[in-house]
T-cell receptor, first 113, second 112 residues
Framework: QKEVEQDPGPLSVPEGAIVSLNCTYSNSAFQYFMWYRQYSRKGPELLMYTYSSGNKEDGRFTAQVDKSSKYISLFIRDSQPSDSATYLCAMGGSSGGSYIPTFGRGTSLIVHP | EAQVTQNPRYLITVTGKKLTVTCSQNMNHEYMSWYRQDPGLGLRQIYYSMNVEVTDKGDVPEGYKVSRKEKRNFPLILESPSPNQTSLYFC???????????FGQGTRLTVV
């Protein structure tokens, strides 16, 4: 079993839909949880950063972390065609101030007009 | 502008011919790393460096070398490339290992 599981999709939704992207993980030491967005032929860019459990909102994006279930989610409200990209979750723990982040495989999202 | 610059963007080479992919960052970050991205496998870390002259293996280090002689540069060296190293490579830098990583534009390598 991989440390981080993420459904690769593709996930196809109509414009305006609420999108839910998810990752599960097995390492209970993970404390930092990130979501990156990657457009075609580009490097990933950080979208959301969350420490420990809870919710974080930024505009149309909401990140949720449930450490008890080892489950994280990214919600996109009022999705737009410009949201079409691959979304990667990443997470890691803290050991002496450094860690190797573990990435999910990425979920391909397609928002059609 | 804060950025991570990789060169070249595209490279086609033959098996066994040594190559170097350069990576440079202008943010004075201490932490730099190399990833490869393959369909269905996602991003996998090859090597990382926490500071000058400090490097360590990631998940898939076999067949690769790195060096960190200066803070801003972190080249990836393939001494004897093989076809299974055909992939999309990303360099990344961050203030520390658990903060936002800034990625380069990627290098698409094909080994024939």
């Amino acid at each position: 079993q991989k440390e981080v599981e993420q459904d690769p999709g593709p996930l196809s939704v109509p414009e305006g839909a609420i999108v839910s992207l998810n990752c599960t993980y097995s390492n209970s030491a993970f404390q930092y949880f990130m979501w990156y967005r990657q457009y075609s032929r580009k490097g990933p860019e950080l979208l959301m950063y969350t420490y420990s459990s809870g919710n974080k909102e930024d505009g149309r994006f909401t990140a949720q972390v449930d450490k008890s279930s080892k489950y994280i989610s990214l919600f996109i409200r009022d999705s737009q065609p410009s949201d079409s990209a691959t979304y990667l979750c990443a997470m890691g723990g803290s050991s002496g101030g450094s860690y190797i982040p573990t990435f999910g495989r990425g979920t391909s999202l397609i928002v059609h007009p | 502008e804060a950025q991570v610059t990789q060169n070249p963007r595209y490279l086609i080479t033959v098996t066994g011919k040594k190559l170097t992919v350069t990576c440079s960052q202008n943010m004075n970050h201490e932490y730099m790393s190399w990833y490869r991205q393959d369909p269905g496998l996602g991003l996998r870390q090859i090597y990382y460096s926490m500071n000058v002259e400090v490097t360590d293996k990631g998940d898939v280090p076999e067949g690769y070398k790195v060096s960190r002689k200066e803070k801003r540069n972190f080249p990836l060296i393939l001494e004897s490339p093989s076809p299974n190293q055909t992939s999309l490579y990303f360099c990344a830098s961050s203030f520390s290992g658990n903060t936002e990583a800034f990625f380069g534009q990627g290098t698409r390598l094909t080994v024939v």
